[in-house]
T-cell receptor, first 113, second 115 residues
Framework: AQSVTQLGSHVSVSEGALVLLRCNYS??????LFWYVQYPNQGLQLLLK??????LVKGINGFEAEFKKSETSFHLTKPSAHMRDAAEYFC???????????FGKGTRLSVIA | NAGVMQNPRHLVRRRGQEARLRCSPM?????VYWYRQLPEEGLKFMVY????????ESGMPKERFSAEFPKEGPSILRIQQVVRGDSAAYFC?????????????FGSGTQLSVL
């Protein structure tokens, strides 16, 4: 069975500060890993995904994530937070092919002016 | 090219009534996934369908819940005899191929409230 754990249900950073959202996964096979963002009253949007190519994945809006097999982690980072980054962020894992995504519980990011 | 369309946006039902949630995938997409989001929880997979076929329903409750994706028309998630615990946001997602190989597009969800 696959699972993801997102450490910290709520993260608060100052505008311009580094954003670090943590995700650890559990998978018996090489995983596919994803980060999604959910703005209020909207559906999820894909930020980035890892599919066994480069371990450092760059996504939209300046976000990136690094796959570390030894740490079973896929943390999401952004060098400088903007107010518009305030949202809920979900990490997700899948085996491969058509298997459904398994989501973490989410981390709410607040950005303070 | 419209995105994934879900309706209604909000649905209020009394206990014991039926709820029907509709999802029209993006044009050209034949894979549909339904997820449920409870307060303070992540999205939980419910069911995965391709046209006229249920591929994976391992996340569906055994009773009262059913889903379909007919050859023509939207995918329907049906909840019979709703209870207060069914109150949640229900999201539909679609893709052209399998979710790990193709980008998954999500609708804005249907918020179901059971009184």
């Amino acid at each position: 069975a696959q699972s993801v754990t997102q450490l910290g249900s709520h993260v608060s950073v100052s505008e311009g500060a580094l954003v670090l959202l943590r995700c650890n996964y559990s998978s018996s096979v090489p995983p596919y890993l994803f980060w999604y963002v959910q703005y209020p009253n909207q559906g999820l949007q894909l930020l980035l995904k890892y599919t066994s190519a480069a371990t450092l994945v760059k996504g939209i809006n300046g976000f990136e994530a690094e796959f570390k097999k030894s740490e079973t982690s896929f943390h999401l980072t952004k060098p400088s937070a903007h107010m518009r980054d305030a949202a809920e962020y979900f990490c997700a894992v899948s085996r491969s092919g058509n298997t459904p995504l398994v989501f973490g519980k989410g981390t709410r990011l607040s950005v303070i002016a | 090219n419209a995105g994934v369309m879900q309706n209604p946006r909000h649905l209020v039902r009394r206990r014991g009534q039926e709820a029907r949630l509709r999802c029209s995938p993006m044009k050209g997409h034949s894979h549909v996934y339904w997820y449920r989001q409870l307060p303070e929880e992540g999205l939980k997979f419910m069911v995965y369908l391709q046209k006229e076929n249920i591929i994976d329903e391992s996340g569906m409750p055994k009773e009262r819940f059913s889903a379909e994706f007919p050859k023509e028309g939207p995918s329907i998630l049906r909840i019979q005899q709703v209870v207060r615990g069914d109150s949640a946001a229900y999201f539909c997602a679609s893709s052209r191929g399998g979710a790990t190989n193709e980008k998954l597009f999500f609708g804005s969800g249907t918020q179901l409230s059971v009184l």
